[in-house]
């Protein structure tokens, strides 16, 4: 058994190894996995993964013993001390307390009338979408149709000008690009159509430049997303000179016993909103279709009882979830599913494990648009659950009522490529067809 695999994103062009994940929770809870050199990346310490749902709960919700904050929320450890402290700064990198009051004051900013207002917003946007896609009767899904509701929603979200929304799909890009090159030097914005913010922004991109060996800097440092830092500041200054009914300009105006949201915090948790937010969604839309379209059956009795669509959408996160682990680090010596886990050990659990555990679910390999109960983790657990589920719900449903029963007889057109990455899951390219009526 060659457990490396799970490691090595070059395994996931073929999708997620789930014939080397059984095998390895057959044997035991949790498995030491090396990390070799691949990538041009150095080969790292190493790390425990987690691999049944029990445990990968266990580690989600124990915070104080698990953090996300030592090491950060990736596998692989920043390259310096400069860039971890930099990353730790953001809430998805953060434990309580502090975790804690960053979410509190992003939940108060998602009043119910802006959430409501999103929610219509979807629904038309969803349509517009299929409305221009229909005539031509083909269509790449991933890219076509999935990449644009997530890029509306948060533009939306965020007081994002909509002319500006093209530079979250290059941020977003060059972040996958960390594992996949296709995306490593995305460049679709065009600046004659932008804001001048963003054209502002796009200058300071230019000044972005390969080091000696012809790399790019990590997309996870300031140094690899300057541009992306650059408008969010000029953003916030905007928004608290010009508040609209965003949740943004509700956020910037939000305070509480420490005061109001920092710049500097303002800026890391707009990463959180242009990048996560983004990259998770554009992937679980595709996997979600792909399958639907793998298991006939199960696409045909949806089309004939659109009341299970819901149900249906639950069952795609679960079997298909857009984020293949996270990582922890352990503050103590521990015991972990009988095996001694020392203090600093990188703990990664793995969703897509955990939402295959045949001990939580019957027959889990198979897609079951029917499944009850559907107790899956693909918005994780505990303090970090995803803030965003709800609104990655509806998006999900506005974009599946649409598709569905507009594009008759859809079926693939091609071979799916999948993300060259161990990170996020999803198809980057999905050819799909229908009737063109």
């Known amino acids: 058994m060659d457990r490396t695999r799970l490691f090595d994103p070059a395994t996931y062009v073929e999708g997620v190894p789930y014939d080397l994940i059984a095998e390895m929770r057959e044997g035991a809870p949790v498995h030491w996995v090396d990390e070799p050199s691949v990538m041009g990346w150095d080969e790292g310490p190493g790390y425990w993964a987690v691999l049944t749902h029990e445990l990968v709960n266990q580690v989600l919700?124990?915070?104080?013993?698990?953090?996300?904050?030592?090491?950060?929320?990736?596998?692989?450890?920043?390259?310096?001390?400069?860039?971890?402290?930099?990353?730790?700064?953001?809430?998805?990198?953060?434990?309580?307390?502090?975790?804690?009051?960053?979410?509190?004051?992003?939940?108060?900013?998602?009043?119910?009338?802006?959430?409501?207002?999103?929610?219509?917003?979807?629904?038309?946007?969803?349509?517009?979408?299929?409305?221009?896609?229909?005539?031509?009767?083909?269509?790449d899904f991933a890219s076509d149709i999935a990449v644009e509701l997530p890029l509306m929603t948060l533009a939306a979200i965020m007081g994002v000008p909509e002319e500006d929304r093209m530079l979250l799909f290059d941020w977003s890009n060059r972040v996958i690009g960390y594992q996949d090159s296709e995306y490593a030097i995305s460049d679709r914005f065009d600046p004659s159509t932008g804001t001048d913010m963003a054209r502002k922004a796009r200058k300071v991109r230019d000044e972005i430049k390969p080091d000696a060996d012809g790399r790019m800097p990590d997309p996870r440092s300031r140094e690899g997303l300057a541009d992306m830092y650059f408008y969010a500041s000029e953003l916030a200054t905007h928004?608290?000179?010009?508040?609209?009914?965003?949740?943004?300009?509700?956020?910037?105006?939000?305070?509480?016993?420490?005061?109001?949201?920092?710049?500097?915090?303002?800026?890391?948790m707009f990463f959180l909103f242009a990048v996560a937010g983004n990259e998770t969604l554009r992937n679980a839309i595709p996997g979600g279709m792909l399958a639907l379209l793998e298991h006939p059956s199960e696409m045909s009795k949806l089309i004939a009882q659109p009341e299970l669509l819901p149900n249906?959408?639950?069952?795609?996160?679960?079997?298909?979830?857009?984020?293949?682990?996270?990582?922890?680090?352990?503050?103590?010596?521990?015991?972990?599913?009988?095996?001694?886990?020392?203090?600093?050990?990188?703990?990664?659990?793995?969703?897509?494990?955990?939402?295959?555990?045949?001990?939580?679910f019957s027959n889990p390999e198979r897609f079951d648009i029917e499944r009850s109960p559907n107790d899956h983790v693909t918005f994780g657990a505990g303090p970090h659950f995803c803030l965003g589920a709800h609104l990655a719900r509806r998006q999900m449903l506005a974009i599946f009522e649409q598709a569905l029963w507009r594009l008759p007889n859809i079926t693939l057109n091609g071979q799916p490529e999948h993300l060259v990455s161990n990170f996020q899951n999803g198809p980057k390219h999905l050819p799909v067809k229908w009737d063109n009526v």
């Open 61 to 139: 919700r124990d915070p104080s013993t698990f953090s996300s904050h030592q090491g950060a929320t990736q596998i692989r450890d920043p390259g310096t001390a400069e860039m971890l402290a930099f990353v730790q700064r953001m809430m998805l990198n953060q434990d309580p307390p502090s975790h804690t009051r960053l979410r509190r004051l992003l939940t108060k900013s998602f009043t119910p009338r802006a959430v409501t207002a999103l929610e219509d917003d979807i629904s038309s946007r969803a349509k517009s979408i299929i409305d221009r896609v229909a005539p031509s009767g083909r269509a």
């Open 312 to 360: 249906a959408i639950e069952e795609m996160l679960r079997y298909a979830p857009p984020v293949v682990h996270f990582r922890r680090t352990a503050t103590r010596a521990v015991d972990l599913g009988g095996v001694k886990v020392k203090r600093n050990d990188k703990i990664v659990v793995y969703h897509v494990a955990a939402n295959r555990d045949p001990q939580v």
């Open 239 to 268: 928004r608290r000179e010009y508040p609209g009914s965003d949740v943004v300009s509700i956020l910037l105006a939000t305070e509480d016993e420490q005061g109001a949201i920092t710049t500097e915090e303002f800026e890391t």
